[in-house]
Every structure is written in structure tokens, then in C-alpha cells.
């Protein structure tokens, strides 16, 4: 059973650029959340979509937005890059709400 | 708002010596309380959870309890080997129920 998958692995992208990151669930999950974890901290929440809708947000700006397919994958995307937006971002599933099972995450460095 | 408090790191341990970190959460609501592992390069790893007070959860050798009295969820193993070398976040879940709030992560280190 494959767990929770990402893609890419790494990303270089320079600021004012855009990026899409992408996020296969687990098998049986219906529930996609996006973390950002900056070096040395706990990732934040972003957002989570269900059902193809987002049902909550995180302190983020309009920049970074997402999308879920009807296969339940999800991607995440950024506008306008910042170099503060360089970070570790983490893709979570869960069926429901409780126990979110995490990617292993995409390296993001804005320059 | 919401948010979890762990003891700062690094800790540094010789095998088989006895591990605590401590965490401590906001006692809005009644959280479920998560403790999550991530290796060197890696995502995070659900080690344990707790959904109600006097839970205990355990998984590997390590164990918490939740404790609502004195809201705590401290990370708990008896003997800790070169493996157990990561970095550990305890969390809680928002009020929601939708969303993880973490602690900003205490790292271990075990050499032998």
C-alpha cells in the first residue's frame, strides 16, 4: 500500500516566479493538508481541501492557493515567490479529520 | 491561540539511557495530542497519539499519557538506541479537529 507521495523531491525557483507542488494521498483518504515547516521549526498549517473544496485555512496569504482532483490528489501553488517562502512543504492525508499520515515532502529554495 | 510548548533541544543521550521530553498544550477544547518523528531528510512519521484524558498511547518503546490536569503529553522511553536519533514534534489538534498545531521540535541524539 503506498503511503503518501510528493512531487518533486526539490525545486529551485527565483523570486517573483511561480511554483505547483503535487500531492498523491494515501490509499483510502479523502483528505489532503498542506504544511510549510522553515528550517529549524514545526510545520505550519496551510490549508486542507475535502471533497474538492478547502474547508480550512491557515494564516497564509492569498499567494499560496490548491486545488483537489476528484481522485482525491491535491497540488499546492505559490505566486509571486518570496525568498521567506523557501521551506520544507509537507503534503498530509487522513480519512476524516484525526491522524494525518505525511509525505515525505518537497524542498522548496526560492533565490 | 492555540499551540504546544516542547522543551528546547538538542538532547544528547548514551544507548539505552532513559528518554523524556517534555510538551505541554493550550487546554482550549479537548484535543486529540500527537507525537510525529522525522529522520534526517525525511517527512513525518506518526509515533503515538492520545484522544482523551488519562490516554495512554505507545508505539516502539515510547509512551505518553495525556494528562488534562496539568495539560501535558510528555514523550516517554525506558531505553533509546542510535535509532531512535530524530527529531521530535508533539501536536495538537485545532479546536476544528482539522488541522495539526505543532511544538517546534526537540532533537535527540543517542550515541553509542
Known amino acids: 500500500d503506498a503511503g503518501v507521495t510528493q512531487s518533486p523531491t526539490h525545486l529551485i525557483k527565483t523570486r517573483g516566479q511561480q511554483v505547483t507542488l503535487r500531492c498523491s494521498p494515501k490509499?483510502?483518504?479523502?483528505?489532503v493538508s498542506w504544511y510549510q515547516q522553515a528550517l529549524g521549526q514545526g510545520p505550519q498549517f496551510i490549508f486542507q481541501?475535502?471533497?474538492?473544496?478547502?474547508?480550512q485555512r491557515g494564516n497564509f496569504p492569498d499567494r499560496f492557493s490548491g486545488h483537489q482532483f476528484p481522485n482525491y490528489s491535491s497540488e499546492l501553488n505559490v505566486n509571486a515567490l518570496l525568498l521567506g517562502d523557501s521551506a520544507l512543504y509537507l503534503c498530509?492525508?487522513?480519512?476524516?479529520?484525526?491522524?494525518?499520515?505525511f509525505g515525505p515532502g518537497t524542498r522548496l529554495t526560492v533565490t | 491561540g492555540d499551540s504546544v510548548t516542547q522543551m528546547e533541544g538538542p538532547v544528547t543521550l548514551s544507548e539505552e539511557a532513559f528518554l523524556t521530553i517534555n510538551c505541554t498544550y493550550t487546554?482550549?477544547?479537548?484535543?486529540?495530542l500527537f507525537w510525529y518523528v522525522q529522520y534526517p531528510g525525511e517527512g513525518l512519521q506518526l509515533l503515538l497519539k492520545?484522544?482523551?484524558?488519562?490516554d495512554k498511547g505507545s508505539n516502539k518503546g515510547f509512551e505518553a499519557t495525556y494528562r488534562k490536569e496539568t495539560t501535558s503529553f510528555h514523550l516517554e522511553k525506558g531505553s533509546v538506541q542510535v535509532s531512535d536519533s530524530a527529531v521530535y514534534f508533539c501536536?495538537?489538534?485545532?479546536?476544528?479537529?482539522?488541522?495539526?498545531?505543532f511544538g517546534k521540535g526537540t532533537t535527540l541524539s543517542v550515541s553509542s
Open positions: 492520545a484522544t482523551k484524558a488519562d
Open positions: 487546554a482550549t477544547g479537548y484535543p486529540s
Open positions: 490509499s483510502g483518504h479523502d483528505t
Open positions: 498530509a492525508s487522513s480519512f476524516g479529520l484525526v491522524e494525518q499520515y
Open positions: 501536536a495538537r489538534g485545532n479546536q476544528a479537529g482539522t488541522a495539526l498545531i
Open positions: 481541501y475535502y471533497e474538492e473544496e478547502e474547508r
